[in-house]
């Protein structure tokens, strides 16, 4: 079945960039998403990419997709303590209809 | 325009309890989808429905269900609670079932005792 993978854990300084990386599995994804959830809260939308993009910027954030290696990244220019939270990659497919598959989840710690 | 509304937000029911969760889409929103999460098994997939009719299922067992309304309100219900029930239960909306961007509400706390 369907599989996102992603690192638990990643620590950086602030004003350092951070990069967060997923891996997919399933080569019919159509969209790939990022999401932010912060203690206590539910999942914030930060950025989507369509499949057929390579790239995508939004302010200080940059999305990367490489279809080839169903690999995507997310850099965070400038990182802030209030940065600090969990990262969910997501994809779905047309096929998947409203489901999405999350991966595990990417904890950053951003120190001062 | 008012984002995705859940209520209760928290709630502590007892082992065998049933429980009825209640979530409002961003106005205009004809899909809703439900989510658990919980810390050993990530976010995983409960349902979906657009226009009153669930168009996707997750590996739940039947104890879970839900239902949307015309106004594409949507409850959820979980029946015979089980310790394993504490989760989080998200709910996400979109305009339609093609993968449209989905906006998540805050969610609601249940524990089980």
Same mark, same amino acid.
């Given at each position: $079945?369907?599989?996102?993978e992603q690192s638990l854990f990643l620590s950086v300084r602030e004003g350092d960039s951070s990069v967060i990386n997923c891996t997919?599995?399933?080569?019919?994804?159509?969209?790939?998403?990022w999401y932010k959830q912060e203690p $206590?809260a539910?999942?914030q939308?930060l950025?989507?990419?369509?499949?057929?993009?390579?790239?995508?910027?939004?302010?200080r954030l940059t999305?990367l997709?490489?279809?080839?290696?169903?690999?995507l990244s997310l850099r965070i220019a400038d990182t802030q303590t209030g940065d600090s939270a969990i990262y969910f990659c997501?994809?779905?497919?047309?096929?998947?209809? $409203?489901?999405?598959?999350?991966g595990q989840g990417t904890e950053l710690s951003v120190k001062p | 325009?008012?984002?995705?509304?859940?209520?209760?937000?928290?709630?502590?029911?007892?082992?065998?309890?049933?429980?009825?969760?209640?979530?409002?889409?961003?106005?205009?929103?004809?899909?809703?989808?439900?989510?658990?999460?919980?810390p050993?098994?990530g976010?995983?997939?409960?349902?979906?429905?657009?226009?009153?009719?669930?168009?996707?299922?997750?590996?739940?067992?039947?104890?879970?269900?839900?239902?949307?309304?015309?106004?594409?309100?949507?409850?959820?219900?979980?029946?015979? /609670?089980? /310790?394993?029930?504490?989760? /989080?239960?998200?709910?996400?909306?979109? =305009?339609?079932?093609?993968?449209?961007?989905?906006?998540?509400?805050?969610?609601?706390? /249940? =524990?089980?005792?």
């Amino acid at each position: $079945g369907e599989d996102v993978e992603q690192s638990l854990f990643l620590s950086v300084r602030e004003g350092d960039s951070s990069v967060i990386n997923c891996t997919y599995t399933d080569s019919s994804s159509t969209y790939l998403y990022w999401y932010k959830q912060e203690p $206590g809260a539910g999942l914030q939308l930060l950025t989507y990419i369509f499949s057929n993009m390579d790239m995508k910027q939004d302010q200080r954030l940059t999305v990367l997709l490489n279809k080839k290696d169903k690999h995507l990244s997310l850099r965070i220019a400038d990182t802030q303590t209030g940065d600090s939270a969990i990262y969910f990659c997501a994809e779905t497919s047309y096929n998947q209809g $409203g489901k999405l598959i999350f991966g595990q989840g990417t904890e950053l710690s951003v120190k001062p | 325009k008012a984002g995705v509304t859940q209520t209760p937000r928290y709630l502590i029911k007892t082992r065998g309890q049933q429980v009825t969760l209640s979530c409002s889409p961003i106005s205009g929103h004809r899909s809703v989808s439900w989510y658990q999460q919980t810390p050993g098994q990530g976010l995983q997939f409960l349902f979906e429905y657009f226009s009153e009719t669930q168009r996707n299922k997750g590996n739940f067992p039947g104890r879970f269900s839900g239902r949307q309304f015309s106004n594409s309100r949507s409850e959820m219900n979980v029946s015979t /609670l089980e /310790l394993g029930d504490s989760a /989080l239960y998200l709910c996400a909306s979109s =305009l339609r079932t093609d993968g449209e961007t989905q906006y998540f509400g805050p969610g609601t706390r /249940l =524990l089980v005792l």
